[in-house]
């Protein structure tokens, strides 16, 4: 049964950047034919999808977020991670990372979400 | 991008009810949807992809339809572990993209 969970500081003071973590296990992050993607939600609203990566290090961003994303992975840990320049209030929301099917992107897999607050 | 839109955004149900959620896109997008359940402060789960087929271990009462820009999700028999808010995605193109949700209360 794989699992995934978020890590990372849950306050982010406006400019700066937010750096996530998550942490596969049940399994290797290298093996099928997965993308690990991030997903986040603001309090009391819906999902926004922020982007993905294989394990070969290829990523897609949504367009929305594009100029202030980053996602990396690291095999060897079985981990893979988000980072979010410039942040302001409006990208305060709980982050989840998630697995989707390489072919088709519906999200099998999630972990438990990690909030994260921006503010000075 | 496609714009999902989920119809109503909350009801009010009894447990045994049918109820039926409507998800409508923007542009056609063949079978690529799936729907999800999320209880408060937890994860989406997964119940449902390419529009009707269901996940693993996801109770039977749960059934999808639809094709092309309107979709439904459909609780045969509703139990009071459904009461949740639920949420169409589209992977037809990107960026993938989310409904505003449909939250189930008791009535």
């Known amino acids: 049964q794989v699992q995934l969970q978020e890590s990372g500081p849950g306050l982010v003071k406006p400019s700066q950047t937010l750096s996530l973590t998550c942490t596969v296990s049940g399994g290797s992050i290298s093996s099928g034919s997965y993308y690990w993607s991030w997903i986040r939600q603001p309090a009391g609203k819906g999902l926004e999808w922020i982007g993905r990566i294989y394990t070969s290090g290829s990523t897609n961003y949504n367009p929305s977020l594009k100029s202030r994303v980053t996602i990396s992975v690291d095999t060897s840990k079985n981990q893979f991670s988000l980072k979010l320049s410039s942040v302001t209030a409006a990208d305060t929301a709980v982050y989840y990372c998630?697995?989707?099917?390489?072919?088709?992107?519906?999200?099998?897999?999630w972990g438990q979400g990690t909030l994260v607050t921006v503010s000075s | 991008a496609i714009r999902m839109t989920q119809s109503p955004s909350s009801f009010s149900a009894s447990t045994g009810d049918r109820v039926t959620i409507t998800c409508r896109a923007s542009q056609g997008i063949s079978s690529y949807l799936a729907w999800y359940q999320q209880k408060p402060g937890k994860a989406p789960k997964l119940l449902i992809y390419?529009?009707?087929t269901l996940q693993s271990g996801v109770p039977s009462r749960f059934s999808g339809s639809g094709s092309g820009t309107d979709f439904t999700l459909t609780i045969s028999c509703l139990q009071s572990e459904d009461f949740a808010t639920y949420y169409c995605?589209?992977?037809?193109?990107?960026?993938?993209?989310f409904g505003q949700g449909t939250k189930v209360e008791i009535k």
């Open positions: 998630a697995r989707d099917n390489a072919s088709d992107e519906y999200f099998d897999y």
């Open positions: 995605q589209q992977y037809y193109s990107y960026p993938p993209g």
């Open positions: 390419a529009a009707s």
